[in-house]
């Protein structure tokens, strides 16, 4: 059903790698999420909490290094161990607390990597635009719909994005005692697509609809990607996973391999949510977005 449409979005859609660690810890987490292409001039739509991550790992690195900075002034010193206490506290910094974040930008422009950011002042939206590039790695554009009065409860959608971070090109460096991209390993993580209907609309506080409801879950590391029909135009752009109670709470005696086991479960409905296309088209035109209708 899909087919055609998937590779057609494929051609606009890319993925963002993120590379973290938590305060104290070694061990490096993988994720992702997505961006989408609306036109030639190096414009791209994805989510305000997307645009929240990758403004996140320059405030780490400012955090972290007047973290550091002021724990060598006394390392070595007797006083160590109870100021790293004190700077801890200060800094709110315990082994859940993010302490570094790397996000890169993939298969998007060649050269020089320079982008600002345009967050929508009330909904999980937002323009990604590049700059000072030398080429932009993308040469179709997604198709919107002009009318949209047929997005109605029925419609049968997908989304494509990345939500299996399968790439290996990453370690923790001991010497400098950070995370960093490698040379070496996997560089690329696969695409994901996950076809839905449309349920409900999404209404804001103040009764307007923003955004539908679908009856499968937008995968974390989705976020940000387009939903699209079978003609491959884009409806709006994926942004959440909501869990509705089922009220259907298990409490069973099963047989397992011959023996005789109690299970208890509660049953959850996962549902994606996405930024209408009315929504996403007004917040282009008010920046000057160029983009393409049917």
Request: aromatic share 12%.
């Amino acid at each position: 059903m899909f087919v055609e449409a998937i590779e057609l979005a494929a051609k606009y859609t890319r993925p963002i790698h993120s590379i973290s660690r938590n305060y104290g810890s070694t061990s490096v987490q993988p994720g992702t999420a997505t961006l989408f292409f609306v036109n030639s001039d190096g414009w791209a739509l994805t989510c305000g909490h997307v645009a929240n991550q990758l403004a996140a790992g320059e405030a780490l690195a400012r955090k972290a290094e007047a973290f550091q900075g002021e724990l060598s002034s006394r390392r070595g010193t007797e006083k160590e161990k109870k100021l790293l206490k004190e700077l801890e506290k200060k800094y709110g910094y315990t082994k859940n607390t993010s302490f570094e974040l790397r996000n890169r930008f993939m298969n998007c422009v060649e050269g020089n990597l320079s982008f600002r950011i345009i967050k929508h002042k009330k909904y999980d939206v937002a323009l990604v635009k590049f700059e000072d590039y030398a080429r932009l790695l993308c040469a179709t554009f997604p198709v919107f719909p002009s009318a949209t009065s047929s997005l109605q409860p029925g419609k049968m959608l997908c989304r494509l994005g990345f939500p299996f971070p399968e790439f290996t090109n990453f370690a923790y460096d001991d010497k400098a005692e950070k995370i960093n991209w490698t040379d070496t390993g996997r560089t690329t993580t696969p695409r994901f697509p996950i076809e839905g209907m449309v349920t409900r609309g999404l209404l804001d506080d103040e009764g307007g609809i923003f955004g539908f409801e679908m009856s499968t879950p937008g995968l974390r590391g989705q976020s940000g990607g387009p939903a699209f029909d079978t003609e491959g135009k884009v409806w709006g752009v994926q942004f959440a996973t909501k869990h509705l109670d089922l009220d259907f709470d298990v409490d069973q005696e099963v047989l397992r391999k011959g023996i005789k086991k109690r299970l208890t479960d509660s049953a959850f409905l996962h549902v994606g949510g996405c930024v209408h296309i009315d929504i996403v088209k007004a917040f282009m035109k008010e920046n000057s977005v160029k983009f393409t209708e049917d």
